[in-house]
């Protein structure tokens, strides 16, 4: 029923958006490709690292969990280390993230057996009991995407129109792809600040050939982040029984705060993200 499940997930969060906007839900769709044309290849490589790891037989919901940060951080820190260098060319990167989807397809097919064990190997009732209770997040994830759908400067009066991602999360990254390197900006005191998932955002400049029209993808891949926190804090319940999981990823997924800010192309997400993921493994 997993599969079940997610294809009902999908199909009422679809509905939901689009019920607000048939416009919404087609930008939704293509913010969503124009996203995971970013992330599925470091996510990929992530696969290909945590199998040279030798860590031994791990569940898939932990082999993913692990791809995503690992394949997602080293990335980050691949287009800060190049861009300092002045290699920020669309073919060069083009051809890296290539090169990640084919490291990740030489090892998928043994993860997915390993998958299909797991799933033969569990107690029905774990695999059935509390998978529709996923459900009860679609309405955050409809508010969330509703959110995401704005252009950066035109929600949260409350913090000048989102004046950070303006000024500093997606501004740095767009002067570092104009000038083709990652240099100081003597101009721009945010230029100073770390940058992490800021180096996603430059990324998706990077494939997408340029910055109009990114912002909304950017807001989406901060979302994506939103979700993999869920699916962390997911695992982490998961640890102690099918119950805990749901309920950790119930908690966590309808907090006010989450939607909120998957309006926005801050780092919230990515930091909650990163750190949970710090404390699953902890966990495990």
Same mark, same amino acid.
Request: hydrophobic letters at 55%.
């Given at each position: 029923?997993?599969?079940?499940?997610?294809?009902?997930?999908?199909?009422?969060?679809? %509905? &939901?958006?689009?019920?607000?906007?048939?416009?919404?839900?087609? !930008?939704?769709?293509?913010?969503?490709?124009?996203?995971?044309?970013? +992330?599925?290849?470091?996510?990929?490589?992530?696969?290909?690292?945590?199998?040279?790891?030798?860590?031994?037989?791990? =569940?898939?919901?932990?082999?993913?969990?692990?791809?995503?940060?690992?394949?997602?951080?080293?990335?980050?820190?691949?287009?800060?280390?190049?861009? +300092?260098? &002045?290699? +920020?060319?669309?073919?060069? @990167?083009?051809?890296?993230?290539?090169?990640?989807?084919?490291?990740?397809?030489?090892?998928?097919?043994?993860?997915?057996?390993?998958?299909?064990?797991?799933?033969?190997?569990?107690?029905?009732?774990?695999?059935?009991? @509390?998978?529709? %209770? @996923?459900?009860?997040?679609? =309405?955050?994830?409809?508010?969330?995407?509703?959110?995401?759908?704005?252009?950066?400067?035109?929600?949260?009066?409350?913090?000048?129109?989102?004046?950070?991602?303006?000024?500093?999360?997606?501004?740095? =990254? $767009?002067?570092?792809?104009?000038?083709?390197?990652?240099?100081?900006?003597?101009?721009?005191?945010?230029?100073?600040?770390?940058?992490?998932?800021?180096?996603?955002?430059?990324? !998706?400049?990077?494939?997408?050939?340029?910055?109009?029209?990114?912002?909304?993808?950017?807001?989406?891949?901060?979302?994506?982040?939103?979700?993999?926190?869920?699916?962390?804090? @997911?695992?982490?319940?998961?640890?102690?029984?099918?119950?805990?999981?749901?309920?950790?990823?119930?908690?966590?997924?309808?907090?006010?705060?989450?939607?909120?800010?998957?309006?926005?192309?801050?780092?919230?997400?990515?930091?909650?993200?990163?750190?949970?993921?710090?404390?699953?493994?902890?966990? $495990?």
């Amino acid at each position: 029923r997993t599969g079940q499940t997610a294809g009902l997930f999908v199909a009422l969060t679809c %509905a &939901g958006l689009g019920m607000l906007s048939a416009q919404l839900l087609l !930008s939704t769709i293509l913010d969503c490709l124009a996203a995971v044309m970013v +992330l599925i290849p470091p996510v990929m490589f992530g696969h290909w690292i945590v199998s040279r790891l030798r860590i031994g037989a791990i =569940p898939m919901r932990w082999r993913f969990l692990l791809a995503a940060g690992i394949g997602l951080g080293v990335t980050s820190l691949l287009v800060l280390g190049l861009g +300092l260098i &002045g290699l +920020l060319s669309r073919s060069l @990167w083009l051809g890296i993230l290539g090169l990640f989807i084919l490291l990740g397809l030489s090892t998928l097919r043994r993860v997915v057996f390993q998958h299909d064990a797991e799933v033969c190997n569990a107690p029905a009732g774990h695999q059935t009991r @509390w998978v529709y %209770a @996923w459900l009860l997040m679609v =309405p955050f994830l409809v508010v969330a995407v509703r959110n995401a759908s704005n252009a950066p400067g035109f929600i949260w009066a409350e913090e000048g129109y989102g004046y950070d991602v303006l000024e500093y999360h997606l501004q740095v =990254p $767009r002067e570092y792809l104009r000038q083709g390197r990652i240099t100081y900006l003597a101009h721009n005191v945010y230029a100073n600040f770390p940058s992490n998932v800021e180096m996603l955002y430059l990324l !998706s400049m990077i494939v997408h050939g340029g910055t109009t029209d990114l912002g909304t993808v950017a807001n989406t891949l901060h979302l994506f982040l939103g979700l993999l926190l869920v699916v962390t804090l @997911w695992c982490i319940g998961r640890e102690s029984s099918p119950g805990a999981g749901m309920i950790a990823a119930l908690t966590g997924g309808t907090v006010g705060w989450l939607p909120y800010l998957g309006g926005m192309a801050y780092v919230e997400h990515g930091m909650l993200f990163f750190g949970a993921l710090a404390l699953a493994v902890l966990v $495990r």
